[in-house]
């Protein structure tokens, strides 16, 4: 549920000669206060690698690359957009433009590889002091490819499968150039909790899926998980659980009401537990709230009218034309943006998601429930989603983290919150205690 668009642009200017090698190397800049880095190699042919660090976009491959003289034109066709510059006489700056549907300016200044990295204090560092080891399960089919970390001390241990959110994440759910499930099961497993992160379909070493794959394929997958980890003698078999992050919520409550004698607890961090069409009729409105503006009246119910149409739907064909009619009515939209918007929401994964309503679910939620939102969340309003927690899982219990946002990070204000890649801390450790202090209570 993460947004991942980007916006960026640029403005021409400058002319002086240049050696054409002096492009080699990194090179950052800021489009609209979003902060770029490209990377621009050449070896017999010229390329470049394009990083949106505060998106959490890296190593995005750049198209066509050609350099003539002291100018540069860089061609990014998965974004829509290019770049053209001059390289400055002291070969410390490439002045220019960046063009995706407007052109603004955009001057880049050399950096070093070792500049362009994260400051990520909690990512976990080897050597470690627990067991840590590869491990592939089967869904069927597919075959899921994980790492399973175990104390040293114990013979049998209190188990927790890792679910990612919506998109492909790999086992670490690396975001923003945040690694949250390493982040996690380093500390779990430090306080005695063996735990089981994954690789999702299509990603890493696990197998690909299919395109019209949905959250219920999807959580066949995290109960494979823990279909693995019943099958370990070195994991106590009445104690397994499934923490999971967002979407993963959501798989987490799907598999323990289906699944009750396998799934003994579930921790949902920022967990749906209200309709897709409802989670992202709200996460509009919040985006806007938190940006700083006030949606119109027309504005609220071309929202509404949307996820309800998406919601009623029963043809991919007809979803399409009419979703394009109701973009269309609004001049602000590009006829680009439009098609890209209209295939995004009228996919299998999409359309699924917003129909999917996990009151069905709920109800038969008997095993021992976390239920945990930050109240900066934009993405999974915490108000909205823990009072139906509350309301339909009385035995759960339920807590709300001020000023955090959907990834549990702080942050020094609501808008702020929303630049995770910015933010240096991955994940809260009042936080990281909770989950662990209620696991091991259990």
């Not at 992050?245 to 409550?253: D, F, P, R």
């Amino acid at each position: 549920m993460i947004n991942r668009n980007f916006i960026f642009a640029i403005m021409l200017s400058c002319c002086i000669i240049s050696n054409a090698t002096d492009f080699i190397g990194h090179w950052k800049g800021k489009v609209a206060n979003l902060p770029i880095v490209f990377h621009i190699t050449n070896d017999s042919v010229w390329s470049a690698t394009l990083d949106s660090p505060m998106q959490g976009a890296m190593d995005i491959k750049c198209g066509k690359v050609v350099v003539i003289g002291d100018s540069i034109t860089i061609n990014m066709p998965a974004l829509h957009a290019d770049f053209k510059g001059v390289i400055a006489q002291d070969n410390k700056a490439i002045i220019g433009t960046f063009t995706q549907g407007m052109s603004l300016p955009l001057t880049l200044t050399r950096t070093t590889a070792e500049a362009t990295k994260y400051n990520r204090p909690q990512e976990p560092q080897p050597p470690f002091v627990y067991n840590s080891q590869d491990v592939t399960f089967q869904n069927g089919d597919i075959t899921l490819a994980g790492t399973l970390t175990t104390p040293f001390w114990g013979k049998s241990h209190k188990a927790v499968v890792l679910v990612s959110g919506s998109g492909s994440q790999n086992r670490d759910e690396e975001l923003f150039g945040h690694k949250p499930f390493a982040v996690i099961a380093d500390y779990l497993t430090r306080h005695g909790i063996a735990v089981l992160r994954y690789d999702d379909r299509g990603v890493g070493g696990s197998s690909k899926g299919n395109k019209d794959d949905t959250t219920l394929d999807l959580a066949t997958d995290a109960m494979a998980a823990v279909e693995y980890l019943k099958s370990r003698n070195d994991i106590d078999t009445t104690h397994i659980g499934i923490i999971g992050h967002s979407e993963g919520g959501l798989i987490a409550v799907i598999n323990a009401a289906q699944h009750s004698y396998d799934v003994n607890f579930i921790v949902t961090l920022a967990g749906p537990y209200v309709s897709g069409k409802d989670i992202l009729v709200r996460q509009n409105q919040l985006i806007a709230k938190t940006m700083g503006q006030t949606l119109n009246d027309e504005q609220l119910v071309q929202i509404e009218t949307i996820f309800e149409t998406i919601y009623n739907s029963t043809d991919t064909d007809q979803l399409a034309v009419r979703l394009t009619e109701i973009l269309k009515s609004d001049s602000t939209n590009k006829q680009q943006d439009i098609e890209t918007t209209v295939r995004v929401m009228t996919s299998p994964w999409y359309v699924a998601f917003v129909k999917l309503d996990p009151t069905q679910y709920l109800s038969q939620v008997k095993c021992p429930v976390f239920a945990i939102n930050g109240t900066w969340d934009y993405q999974v309003d915490a108000i909205q989603n823990l009072e139906m927690a509350q309301k339909m899982i009385p035995h759960a219990t339920i807590k709300r983290y001020e000023g955090l946002n959907h990834m549990f990070q702080p942050s020094s204000s609501r808008q702020a919150s929303m630049n995770y890649g910015a933010i240096e801390t991955t994940i809260s450790e009042h936080v990281l205690h909770d989950i662990a202090e209620w696991i091991n209570k259990l």
